[in-house]
């Protein structure tokens, strides 16, 4: 139960007042009593607020409980409300219950206020509990919700960026070096690969993305992205790297890792709109016992430091509680979502890593974020960020099952220039034809993607794996592999590519299926 208690009594008899009191307190039970002795007072206590619970006399000079009742119902609702009189008919009694009354007490049984007040607030306890459950049921369902559109949306926003990611490598690949349209398109990949961070951020926050954990340099993850995360902050932002000697090693998603730290970069950023400095550094360090997740191996308190520190506006102490809440900001309507910190709070989690945040107004805020130290060899690829790479060639035949038009009419234009034969169906059905009809060279390798009207692509791969047992498969989709693995529509073992992809990236895939004589 609340302690202290905060009890209005309207009663006109202050002996009467100091009597409840004294035998609440001789039971046990703490409060503190406000008194009204008429109807001014008791509308004056309403209006002043802070109350857990009223004790009402039945009958006072032009007032009555019954009418307290009803001013303390049209604003309390729920308030426990404990009338108290003289001798009074049964009659009475039953009207003031269905009136709302919490409970009736005769004053020649004051015995039962205790168990009354008791009984009452217990009631407020478990309602407040009952309203707490069905608050996070209400939240786990929305969060559901968004799980499941966000698939739905990633597989066609992927899509999309599958279009324009390829086109604009292809065409940069036909620029010569020193064209002057080449930063023009390098600035529609920056801007493209900042809107495949997005999706990817929302798929992180609903669990929807997959999550690979490998041993990685952090210091490598970051000198990757020195680049990005320079045009990210802005001429107005001195950025400042500073990389630990001897870093410790990780184990983590680096492609997770990077969006953490773009996440970081970006609300560091817009907390010094009038411009400022940013410092991202690293070093070996040690977090206080008590705050240390267990570690992983079972080592000591060893530990990596991330710290992303601005000298921006800082934040009061009620935005820091907040700051790791889904959908919780404080930019405009249009310049944030609110899930990039709680993102982050996720992918730490993950990688059992730990978050701290000092931040106080006008002077800025650091976030430190302590990864576990693993003593294990390093993963050969430390990072899954779009790289500029000559796409692999080849002389085989590939055929392509794509329902985006656009997307496969683009990656069908991207392998034909690099040597492939190129043979191309809109969807399962039209796949099955296509390779039936086909005359020419054996059809080597199958890209298709895993959803799609008619007849998806796990089917259309069955059949013609059974009637041309050497060919290959590779999977796309919009959709995640974890997802699509635990919808048992792909075996987790068979090859798969995430959209959007670069063309190197899906050349060098295809290649190194097509190598792969095992």
């Not at 969006?259 to 550094?281: C, H, K, Y």
């Not at 506006?313 to 009620?318: K, P, Q, R």
């Not at 709680?342 to 800025?364: M, R, Y």
């Not at 169906?425 to 298709?448: D, F, Y």
Request: contains cysteine; glycine residues 8%.
């Amino acid at each position: 139960m609340k302690t202290p208690l905060h009890i209005l009594h309207l009663e006109d008899d202050l002996n009467e007042i100091d009597l409840v009191h004294e035998m609440l307190k001789a039971e046990g039970i703490s409060c503190s009593i406000n008194y009204a002795q008429d109807r001014p007072s008791f509308v004056q206590a309403l209006e002043r607020g802070g109350i857990d619970l009223i004790i009402a006399d039945h009958a006072l000079p032009g007032f009555d409980g019954l009418a307290a009742l009803k001013m303390a119902r049209a604003k309390w609702p729920e308030l426990p409300f404990i009338l108290m009189s003289g001798t009074v008919g049964e009659e009475f009694a039953i009207e003031s219950l269905k009136s709302g009354v919490t409970d009736y007490v005769l004053k020649d049984r004051r015995s039962r206020l205790v168990p009354a007040v008791r009984r009452a607030m217990q009631e407020v306890e478990e309602r407040l509990k009952c309203r707490q459950m069905e608050e996070q049921f209400i939240e786990a369902q929305k969060m559901e919700v968004i799980g499941q559109l966000s698939g739905g949306i990633a597989h066609d926003f992927n899509n999309i960026l599958g279009i324009i990611i390829g086109n604009n490598d292809f065409v940069m690949g036909k620029l010569h070096s020193d064209n002057p349209l080449r930063k023009n398109l390098e600035e529609i990949k920056f801007a493209a690969e900042r809107a495949v961070a997005v999706t990817r951020q929302l798929l992180v926050f609903s669990r929807k993305q997959s999550i690979q954990l490998v041993v990685l340099d952090l210091n490598e993850v970051i000198q990757s992205m020195d680049k990005m995360l320079s045009r990210l902050v802005g001429e107005h932002v001195e950025l400042t790297i500073v990389l630990g000697k001897q870093l410790g090693r990780i184990k983590a998603d680096s492609g997770y890792i990077g969006q953490m730290l773009m996440n970081l970069v970006i609300n560091a950023r817009d907390a010094m709109p009038n411009g400022g400095s940013l410092t991202i550094e690293t070093s070996n360090a040690s977090l206080a016992k008590k705050l240390a997740p267990p570690h992983p191996d079972g080592t000591a308190n060893r530990h990596v430091l991330l710290s992303v520190r601005d000298n921006g506006i800082g934040m009061t102490g009620e935005v820091k509680a907040r700051l790791f809440e889904a959908f919780f900001t404080t930019k405009p309507k249009d310049k944030g979502t609110g899930l990039g910190l709680a993102t982050c709070q996720t992918i730490a989690k993950q990688s059992n890593a730990h978050i701290q945040v000092e931040s106080e107004l006008g002077k800025g805020t650091t976030f430190n974020v302590y990864f576990p130290r693993v003593d294990q060899p390093l993963h050969k690829l430390t990072t899954r960020l779009l790289l500029s790479v000559s796409p692999a060639r080849g002389t085989e035949t590939l055929l392509i099952v794509e329902d985006e038009a656009a997307l496969r009419r683009m990656t069908s234009m991207a392998l034909e220039n690099q040597g492939y034969t190129i043979l191309q169906a809109s969807n399962g059905q039209e796949g099955l034809c296509v390779a039936n009809a086909h005359k020419g060279p054996p059809i080597a390798l199958v890209i298709t993607d895993v959803v799609m009207p008619q007849m998806g692509g796990k089917l259309m791969s069955e059949w013609l794996k059974s009637h041309y047992p050497g060919i290959k498969i590779l999977f796309t989709s919009g959709y995640t592999e974890e997802s699509i693995v635990q919808q048992s529509v792909l075996d987790p073992t068979v090859a798969f590519l995430s959209k959007p992809y670069t063309l190197a990236t899906l050349a060098g895939k295809i290649r190194e299926i097509l190598d792969n004589q095992s």
